[in-house]
């Protein structure tokens, strides 16, 4: 009898807990915009060189810098932001400056929201033609040109 119970136990845990064999892995549902999206930045090659970012915060703690790097794409979406490790700290950079001119006029014009900012000479990406010509978010300071017929 406890051999027919420990059968029919095992048996039956066996049906419950078994997947399915048709399905194969996890189903992913996901809009076909994030692939066109993940396409196209892939094709886009940039160009390292030599310039300038500016660091805006750095911190221990991933969240606070996170939070910073969200209150600045607010502000300044068309401007890349580059959060990087290096131990212990998470460092917040932003924008691809050749010229450190370029790197001052972003470094004043942040001044009241990101006080601590101060200028680097890194590695930098710049952007080539097919990038510029994918970009479609509006920045502050584009106007919409309306033509009439």
Known sequence: MKQLVTFLFITISYLVCAQ???EKGVVIIKDKKIDALIQNKSNIKRITTGGYRVQLYFSTNKDEVNERRLKFIKSYPRTETYITYDAPNYILRVGDFVERNDAEKLKKEIFREFPDNF????AINIPNDD???NDSI???DSKEK???K
């Open 146 to 148: 309306t033509i009439k």
């Open 131 to 133: 990038e510029e010509e």
């Open 119 to 122: 200028i680097i000479k890194t």
């Open 138 to 140: 509006p920045t502050k």
């Open 20 to 22: 399915n064999k048709k």
